[in-house]
């Protein structure tokens, strides 16, 4: 499982450390353009998981295609380097706003990559509706 928050800067080449606690022996990842203004990090094993899911969306829902071709067309496989590096893509930390500052963050499945920034931003905005979310997430039986 991944979790936690933690806070680093790419190098002057785009590379990120990947904290070892989120990295777990992992020798290459899938990154992509997440939700929010972030990145999404999958393993090779959860990235089949997902991809597996998407094959089943509708082709004739117009969302669908959108959604598909925005995650799809931006992803890239990322080897890990010896010192536990992963190069981001220009046109990912364009997307993300990623310059120097970042969040890593363990969700679950994933690692999602924010700009300092627009984490910022994020989490204020979450802070302030996070009983509301709960409640919603009690009325989906969690």
Known sequence: MLIGQYRHSLDGK??????????????KFI????????????????WIKITERL???????????KFLRTFLS?????PVDDQGRILIPK????YANIRKE????GVLDRIEIWSKSNWERYQ???EKQFVEVAEKLVDLGI
């Open 14 to 27: 785009n590379r990120l450390f990947i904290p070892a606690r989120l990295r777990q022996n992992v020798r």
């Open 31 to 46: 990154i992509t353009s997440g939700l929010e203004g972030c990145l999404f990090v999958y393993t090779p094993e959860n």
């Open 55 to 65: 094959k089943t969306l509708p082709l004739t829902k117009a969302d669908a295609r």
């Open 74 to 78: 931006g992803a890239n496989e990322c």
């Open 91 to 94: 046109t990912l930390c364009s």
């Open 102 to 105: 970042v969040i890593v963050v």
């Open 124 to 126: 204020k905005e979450a």
